[in-house]
């Protein structure tokens, strides 16, 4: 390109500056507020001028007389100019939000499942990031993820609050934990204190549905305690998990038919014991390793309550049950289905499927890719003195293996087991210690509103959020209501260490497989199960050696070598 | 760019025939080691190479800016006090052409030294860790904008003054600045508050390095580091314009 000609257009460009100046004037006087077309002007104009200025110098000499003070001014007008432009340019790029995932795993790209929520908002949403000092790297993870989720909608807007320095807002919205995330739709909110997709994702559809699920403990059968115990032999982390997952917790008496509310510090509710009547559409039942028999009337009340579309997780307690004639008769509650519990335990003679050095400390493989063990692969799941479920030929139901012992296990069927050997009567490997089961509803479930959705503020849930859930049980989550029908799902468990403290508290695979198995119960979580996209991380091991080299490599050979050879290269030189 | 290319190859064998490079390298390299070190040994028994490098990568970019900030002092400055920046001014080459070659052979040391901090990676892989390795160039491509602003700005604290201490004072001093702009005044958080917070967060060198470092980079944050590029070398241009009465 000539010099004249790259002049011509700095002049050409120059002459538009002026027109520009005046609508980008205009249009700051009538919106009053520098939006993004604003800005767009402006940053169009500063090019123009730097162009101009840059490519016609002699103007500026003319008018201003003495060269070396021209050449300053024109300098000057030049740097401000490109100052004006980038700063312009990148208050601009603000708006936009791409990022570039680099991770295999795609740790930083949202799911399919969060962008189909996303896309389903029908009205405006503000998600609201509360945190403090301490949990500014968790509020910087949840604005990311928000302005993620943000760039697809354009129903959604963002904010952080810092909660020590605004605690009259704190109080509004009632916030109980740091940080915590309050989606607000209209009058509704729901609040999270976990900042992961799924949290995050599964709360903007209960903000949308406006539904709230209910997971009802059993008592009264020496089951697993809601109560810290030293043991381990507890369900705390499990009632922290899921009410850190927006579901409404509550301990069941299935004697007297009556619900408390559950906290996962065994700090027991002072709140009086009110009537539930088990509804199909919105509760989960968790019976966690009972020892005493049901009643026949508790037997009725919970397979109506299956058969009706019903929704379970049992776990069988093989140590708490070796006495045949008291052992508990939970395989009554699956006769319909045709599924059982086995009366033994579980010996893992492959050292690699088991933990500390125990034949009956099971390290399973994860079988199946749905809903529940899709999300799995590279975890380990633990699961302590189990016994093996078995499924009848002529059962109907639609049972996945989730968790199997290798080839070289079997199930001791004498119990107490009198010796670790195969015996006779035992029953060969490989054995299903957890397994789903699934099959359409033999009864019709009761209307939505024959039930009081009695559904208490949880420490994860406003009081505001629970009352419109309540209030607005619709149907989007109960199929029944929806006009389709519902289905019996029940997750059978061979052991219920797999959900107690003593493992749940450390092992990341029984949280992951215990979340995605509740979501699974949550037939209206169908659509929204995010498989946990954990970095791709393969720990090393590093003795003290290995530490001590690394620090005298780093920290003292690197720099050495390289004044070595800065020093050969002074030599050369001389 | 014949001009650049040779400006920039006699920079490099100005920065290589004058032990203050190998010095400054072993400096930053010693700085660098100890520091990775302190992420190797943070947990007892197990490394993780990823969350290593994350840590080092993010955490690093302070001695690197001081690096290169010292190592670009003497690229004008050194030419003005001997005069060859006027024999090098009347010659027939552009003066962007002469800032450019300057920051690419600035840039060419930059990146030899970076390379030689592959060694940690090749340390933990003898040891059994696995690299994810998304993150782990991104994490360099973050240090390496990084390192380029210091350069671009070590040469324009370079081009105001013809002492070379002067100018390592203001080059230093301004990078610290903008490395802890947002730490320094902003105490509410990365999005809360006033503009002005968020203008100074935003502003500062430290806020961007996160989103190279946990292997996400964003659009914006790389666009912010090659704009402060364009913005500090374009002022030198300007400089070396105005100083020539053009």
Known sequence: MSRSLIKQIGRLLG??????????????????????????????????????????????????????????????????????????????????????????????????????????????????????????????????????????????QVQSINAELDPIAVQRYGIKSDPAVVFEMGTRREQVSSVDEQTLTRALLRLETGVTRRVLITTGHQELSTTVAQTGNSLSTAVQALTDNNFTVEVYNTATGTSTPATSTGAAAPAAATPVNLNPNNDILLIAGPRGKFSDEEKTRITTFLRQGGKAMIAYDIAGNQEAAQATNVNDLLADWKVSFSRGVIVEQDPTKRAQ?????????????????????????????????????????????????????????????????????????????????????????????????????TPGATTAAATTAAATATPAAGGAASGQPLNTRIVLLGSPSVISDQVLSQAIGNNTFFINAMNYLNESANNIVITSRTADNVPFTVNSSQSSLTFWFSFLGLPVIILLIGLYAWWKRR | ???????????????????????????????????????????????????????????????????????????IAEEQRTGTLELLLTSPVRDWEVVLGKFLATAVLLLLTLAFTFFYILLMVMFGGRPDWGPVLSGYLGLFLVGGVAAAFGILASSLTQSQAVAAVIGILVCIVLWFLGPLFVTSGPTSGDWWSVALNYASLQSHVDSFSRGSPDLKDIFYYVTLIILFLGITVQILKMRRGE
């Not at chain 1, 007389?65 to 401000?80: A, L």
């Not at chain 1, 910087?140 to 760039?151: N, R, W």
């Not at chain 1, 899709?374 to 109907?396: C, E, H, R, W, Y």
């Open chain 2, 1 to 75: 760019m014949k001009n650049t290319y040779y400006i920039t190859q006699r920079e490099l064998y100005a920065y290589f025939a004058s032990p203050i490079a190998y010095i400054m390298m072993a400096f930053f390299l010693a700085f660098s080691g100890a520091l990775f070190s302190i992420f190797f040994n943070q947990s007892p028994s197990t490394a993780e190479l990823n969350t290593i490098m994350r840590g080092w990568s993010g955490s690093v970019g302070f001695f690197l800016l001081i690096f290169v900030s010292i190592i670009t002092i003497r690229l």
């Open chain 1, 357 to 457: 050095q125990s034949p009956t400390f099971l390290v399973p493989d994860i079988t199946g890719s749905g809903d529940i063990t899709g999300g799995l692969q590279g975890q380990n799941v633990f699961v302590l003195q189990a016994t093996g479920i078995n499924k009848d030929p002529a059962s109907t139901a639609n049972l996945n293996e989730l968790l199997k012992t290798s080839q070289n296990s079997y199930l001791k069927t004498t119990i107490p087991p009198q010796t670790a050997e195969f015996e006779q009567n035992d029953v060969r490997g490989p054995l299903v210690v957890a397994a789903s089961i699934e099959q359409p509803a033999s009864q019709p479930a009761p209307a939505p509103n024959a039930t009081p959705a009695t559904t208490p503020g």
């Open chain 1, 15 to 156: 002459f538009l500056a002026a027109p520009l100046l005046v609508v980008v004037i205009i249009g700051l006087v009538a919106v009053r507020r520098f939006e993004w077309y604003i800005l767009l002007g402006l940053l169009v104009l500063a090019i123009c001028v730097a162009v101009f200025a840059a490519t016609n110098p002699e103007i500026w000499q003319r008018r201003l007389g003495r060269q070396r003070v021209s050449s300053t001014i024109s300098g000057i007008v030049v740097i401000v100019a490109l100052l004006g432009i980038i700063v312009l340019a990148n208050v601009l790029l603000q708006r936009t939000n791409v990022q570039f995932d680099l991770t295999k795993n795609k740790n930083f790209t949202i799911s399919d499942s969060s962008v189909k929520v996303l896309e389903t908002l029908k009205q405006p949403v503000t998600a609201t990031i509360f945190y403090s000092q301490n949990t500014q790297t968790q509020q910087q993870s949840a604005s990311d993820l928000l302005k993620q989720y943000a760039a697809r909608t354009d129903k959604l």
